[in-house]
């Protein structure tokens, strides 16, 4: 072998080597926003392989099922979460969250780690995406999306591909690690608390018309009205209705809390009718740059708020009766 071959191998080496570090640095720097465009997960996906996608979709409405439509339609290699399987079972009510040793399980059991880049979507007619986004921020993991559009606007837009049927085993167990964050959510105790005390804001995601006792509640024995002194945000009014998976503008989120008479900037708690939709008010006052320490989910919500009779209620539809 001549000196010049040598010498030009070496290059080659080096060259070679140094692009396999400023790549391996690359992914490991490489950061994605709290709300991903399809276009951007799309690219995402084709480039970074710790971008995992989950399907969130969850009905209240039991006539539907997240999990059949994902066996019908889902992104590729995407995982299902469940929230009311990876949720503490030692509760009556719904969907509360489960302890950080499930969680962990149960995300490493779909395959995702904490190095993962984790993509929540549904589909447009669901209302679970964001209590999954928050539920992997309070556990600790930051690498994690929603999925602006949903499934419809990954098929739509980018025409990204999917599959259906069954979902393939996992070859390769995750290994994540979940550490709770207790100032991301309220039990009632502490809402009461806030209630006698006025030293946080209150936000109910429900509508307007449950809100005020105008409505009947979906679950069964439950007051109607709010929690004193709360606030009225509606999460629809943060997202393009009917499609759910599409939120608007920053401004226009922002004019939605300023109108209801929230402070940007203080202490919210945020509540609703089972802790999911009031996910939806901490993710819009975290895409106006809120500090999420000073935002809390109300788990139990009105669940557990409206169907005890120790807890003050204000119902203005029958307060106002004379």
């Not at 799309?42 to 409405?61: C, E, G, N, P, S």
């Amino acid at each position: 072998m001549n000196s010049t071959f040598r010498a030009t191998s070496k290059v080659w080496t080096t060259q070679s080597a140094f692009v396999a570090r400023a790549a391996s640095r690359s992914n490991a720097s490489r950061q994605y926003g709290s709300l991903i465009s399809a276009k951007e997960a799309l690219q995402a996906a084709k480039i970074d392989k710790k971008v995992k996608f989950v399907d969130a979709t969850w009905y209240m409405d039991k006539s539907r099922s997240g999990h059949a439509e994902f066996l019908q339609k889902r992104i590729s290699n995407a995982r299902y979460f469940d929230i009311d399987a990876v949720a503490d079972r030692n509760t009556s009510l719904p969907h509360m969250l489960p302890t950080e040793e499930e969680f962990a399980q149960a995300v490493s059991d779909m395959g995702i780690s904490s190095t993962d880049h984790v993509v929540v979507y549904t589909n447009k007619d669901a209302f679970s995406g964001p209590r999954v986004w928050w539920t992997f921020r309070i556990f600790g993991h930051k690498k994690v999306s929603l999925l602006q559009g949903g499934l419809q606007g990954w098929e739509e837009e980018v025409h990204g591909p999917v599959e259906s049927g069954p979902v393939a085993p996992i070859t390769e167990k995750g290994q994540f690690q979940a550490k709770l964050n207790p100032k991301m959510v309220v039990d009632a105790n502490q809402v009461l608390d806030i209630v006698m005390t006025g030293s946080k804001q209150i936000c109910d995601a429900r509508s307007h018309a449950r809100f005020l006792g105008q409505a009947p509640e979906p679950r069964p024995q439950l007051a109607g009205g709010h929690i004193p002194g709360s606030l009225n945000v509606p999460f629809t009014a943060l997202v393009h209705t009917p499609d759910h998976t599409r939120f608007k503008s920053p401004l226009e989120i922002k004019n939605a809390f300023q109108e209801a008479g929230i402070i940007l900037g203080s202490d919210v708690v945020l509540t609703c009718g089972s802790g999911v939709t009031a996910a939806y008010l901490f993710f819009g006052l975290h895409m106006l740059g809120q500090d999420m320490t000073k935002l809390a989910i109300y788990d139990g919500s009105w669940t557990e708020w409206g169907g005890r009779n120790d807890l003050p209620v204000f119902n203005p539809a029958a307060d106002d009766k004379p």
